[in-house]
């Protein structure tokens, strides 16, 4: 062998690591809310984007908005794509922690408008729901001034350790009208909700743990969104879904601020947005694509369809939930729902 080919040998090699280095440093880290969600949400959309983009997305999980501040404010992120809930991406855009999206990349074709935003894009629809025990009672709780009434329908419950939700719910059981809800009386929502405080057995923090807790029957109604309940019910557990009242939202992707893989998590989210990688979340998990164009790629039957939380029959009788009132009220709420919890 020549000098000439040895040189060129080591060359090549050493472009082939360079090359190498580089195709890894485009390996992203998406989050989510963990559990049979983020499970569903690996087969519908991180796998399809891995292979589409020739990537490793590496997966972690949140709490919410508190951790995506961390993040950023550590000057080091290390997360790209972040799923959050639509309150909490209006307050960070506010707060200045993220970076805006690239829609010369994101194509939002068939995403209805006001899921799309300079700095977040909606992903998913879901509804928090009425979830009940099919073993507890002779007749069905249906409403959520059932939920509260705990002579009629005595046992334990369970809601979500957020304001955002719980005290719609707790109007809605107090008589108000889905379409008065908003703006919220605080002050009525908290005496309704004091009114069951003592029945509350756990105030549930992830959707992982609300599931576990309707697969191991530990309480006899829950607040909950409907696929976790959705996929519990799958696994055999004995519960059903009470829809009327249902509150309607959806979660939205964002990108940190300094995040470190900014042009490929662009790439990861128009993915995930797809007609046909949406069509797909719901074959694992029943939750709503927000790219309306899925309901015409045949993927979804019609069965399935009408059971979503964003389908006609179950938006009629929903709320819409209203991350404008929530925003720059969050987390004063927030701190007098811990103390009310910690009373």
Not at 81 to 89: A, I, T
Not at 261 to 272: C, Q, S, T, V
Request: glycine fraction near 8%; charged fraction near 25%; proline fraction near 5%.
């Amino acid at each position: 062998m020549t000098k000439a080919q040895l040189l060129g040998g080591v060359v090549s090699a050493a472009l082939l690591a360079w090359s190498g280095a580089a195709v890894a440093d485009d390996d992203i880290t998406v989050v989510s809310w963990g559990g049979t969600f983020q499970e569903a949400q690996r087969k519908a959309f991180y796998d399809p984007a891995e292979k589409a983009l020739g990537i490793t997305l590496k997966e972690d999980t949140t709490n919410g908005i508190q951790d995506v501040r961390a993040q950023v404010q550590s000057g080091n992120p290390t997360w790209d794509v972040v799923e959050l809930g639509s309150n909490s991406c209006v307050q960070l855009k506010e707060e200045g922690m993220l970076e805006p999206l690239d829609y010369s990349v994101i194509d939002t074709d068939g995403i209805p408008a006001n899921l799309v935003d300079s700095h977040w894009v909606g992903i998913i629809f879901y509804s928090t729901v009425l979830g009940y025990s099919t073993q507890a009672y002779d007749s069905s709780p249906k409403t959520w001034a059932d939920f509260f009434d705990t002579e009629k329908f005595p046992g334990l419950r369970s809601m979500y350790r957020k304001p955002y939700g719980v005290l719609e719910i707790s109007l809605m059981a107090d008589g108000v009208p889905r379409d008065e809800v908003y703006p919220i009386d605080v002050d009525r929502a908290f005496k309704k909700l004091e009114t069951i405080k003592d029945d509350v057995a756990v105030w549930w923090t992830s959707g992982a743990q609300s599931a576990q807790l309707v697969r191991d029957g530990e309480v006899e109604l829950i607040s909950i969104w409907n696929g976790r309940i959705g996929n519990a019910m799958k696994d055999g557990a004995e519960a059903n879904i009470a829809w009327d009242g249902a509150i309607l939202d959806f979660d939205c992707l964002v990108v940190p601020k300094g995040a470190p893989n900014k042009e490929m998590a662009m790439k990861a989210i128009n993915e995930f947005l797809k007609p046909e990688n949406q069509a797909a979340l719901p074959q694992y998990i029943n939750y709503g694509p927000v790219n309306l164009k899925a309901f015409d790629t045949g993927i979804i039957p019609q069965e399935l369809a009408d059971n979503l939380p964003s389908s006609p029959s179950k938006v009629a009788n929903s709320l819409i939930f209203s991350p404008a009132w929530w925003n720059g009220r969050y987390d004063e709420l927030q701190e007098r729902f811990d103390l009310f919890i910690a009373e």
